[in-house]
């Protein structure tokens, strides 16, 4: 069994910061990629950052120049650094490993950004 322990969510004011950190736990063998999505209510989840086995990464558009992913291999965590926080990055953050053709996903952690 895989289980994916985030940490980090929380209320911020507008141009703030906040770390995200999911650790993987289990029986892990091999990972290929870890990353973030983040979903709000009535919109579909969406690919926040990404980075793959080899240490490359993908962002979306919206948070480029201001998010950066990480992760540390030898305990299998990634972690995401937000910075300069905007109102419409509040929503729910889930952490998601991709592992010889499985995806699991954390219970998520919620993100609020006030103005």
């Known amino acids: 069994q895989v289980q994916l322990v985030e940490f980090g969510g929380g209320l911020v004011q507008v141009g703030g910061s906040l770390r995200l950190s999911c650790a993987a736990r289990g029986s892990i063998f091999s990972i290929n990629a870890m990353g973030w999505y983040r979903q709000t209510p009535g919109k579909q989840r969406e690919l926040v950052a990404r980075?793959?086995?080899?240490?490359?990464?993908n962002y979306a558009d919206s948070v480029k120049g201001r998010f950066i992913i990480s992760r540390e291999y030898d305990k299998n965590t990634v972690y995401l650094q937000m910075n300069s926080l905007k109102p419409e990055d509040t929503a729910v953050y889930y952490c998601r490993l991709l592992t010889l053709g499985y995806v699991y996903w954390g219970q998520g952690t919620q993100v609020t950004v006030s103005s």
């Open positions: 980075i793959a086995n080899g240490g490359s990464t």
